[in-house]
Nanobody
Framework: QVQLVESGGGLVQAGGSLRLSCAAS????????MGWYRQAPGKQRELVAD???????NYADSVKGRFTISRDNAKNTVYLQMNSLKPEDTAVYYC??????????????WGQGTQVTVSS
């Protein structure tokens, strides 16, 4: 089992910044990718950004140029730097880890979520 601990959410005014962190621990064999998703009230969960073990990143169009994802492989930690925040960024942000074990068995783990609220 892999446990994820998220931190860094909160309340910020529009135009402000926040940095989210997600640390993975437990029985880790290999983490292939780490990423952030978000879910606003009444909406489906959507990808914000993800990053592979090799550092290849992928962003939702809505956050390109404002958010930056990074990871520390040695610490099994992924970060999301969010700048120029907008009210529409308000959501619960979830960390997701793609874990791979022997035999290429892939398992997805989710964090508990952290609230990000952007006031106008």
């Amino acid at each position: 089992q892999v446990q994820l601990v998220e931190s860094g959410g909160g309340l910020v005014q529009a135009g402000g910044s926040l940095r989210l962190s997600c640390a993975a621990s437990g029985s880790i064999f290999s983490i292939r990718a780490m990423g952030w998703y978000r879910q606003a009230p009444g909406k489906q969960r959507e990808l914000v950004a993800d990053i592979t073990i090799g550092g290849v990143t992928n962003y939702a169009d809505s956050v390109k140029g404002r958010f930056t994802i990074s990871r520390d492989n040695a610490k099994n930690t992924v970060y999301l730097q969010m700048n120029s925040l907008k009210p529409e960024d308000t959501a619960v942000y979830y960390c997701r880890v793609v874990h791979v074990t022997i035999g290429n068995i892939m398992t997805y783990y989710w964090g508990q979520g952290t609230q990000v609220t952007v006031s106008s």
